[in-house]
């Protein structure tokens, strides 16, 4: 069974850094046999869910064009643990941040909500100018 944890959500003034984690178990991150794709989402109120960042067993990534270099996702094979590093953070960021994890994510969709069928509960991270 599937089970992303999230943590490392808060508080921060715009301009200021946070960075996200997602301990993931019931399948590894790394594993070339793993067919695991996983990512960032978020939600602000009252928008839809949209895709931030994903990262493929091999370490391929994929962004959002909005974010214009501003997050980074990576991973500790080790660990099991999925990373989303945040800088230069605007009010526009404040959400819910969630992890998600699903196999056989076509490559062309990895920031597709619908590709995945593994969530965690989420992190509140608040911007404030």
């Known amino acids: 069974q599937v089970q992303l944890v999230e943590s490392g959500g808060g508080s921060v003034q715009a301009g200021g850094s946070l960075r996200l984690s997602c301990a993931a178990s019931g399948y590894t991150i790394s594993a070339v046999y793993s067919p695991y794709s996983t990512a960032w989402f978020r939600q602000a109120p009252g928008k839809e869910r949209e895709g931030v960042a994903a990262?493929?067993?091999?370490?391929?990534?994929t962004y959002a064009d909005y974010l214009k270099g501003r997050f980074t996702i990576s991973k500790d094979n080790a660990k099991n643990i999925l990373y989303l590093q945040m800088n230069s953070l605007k009010p526009e960021d404040t959400a819910m941040y969630y992890c998600?994890?699903?196999?056989?994510?076509?490559?062309?969709?990895?920031?597709?909500?619908?590709?995945?069928?593994?969530w965690g509960q989420g992190t509140q991270v608040t911007v404030s100018s």
């Open positions: 998600a994890a699903a196999p056989n994510v076509d490559g062309s969709r990895r920031l597709v909500k619908e590709q995945y069928n593994n």
């Open positions: 990262i493929n067993r091999y370490g391929t990534t």
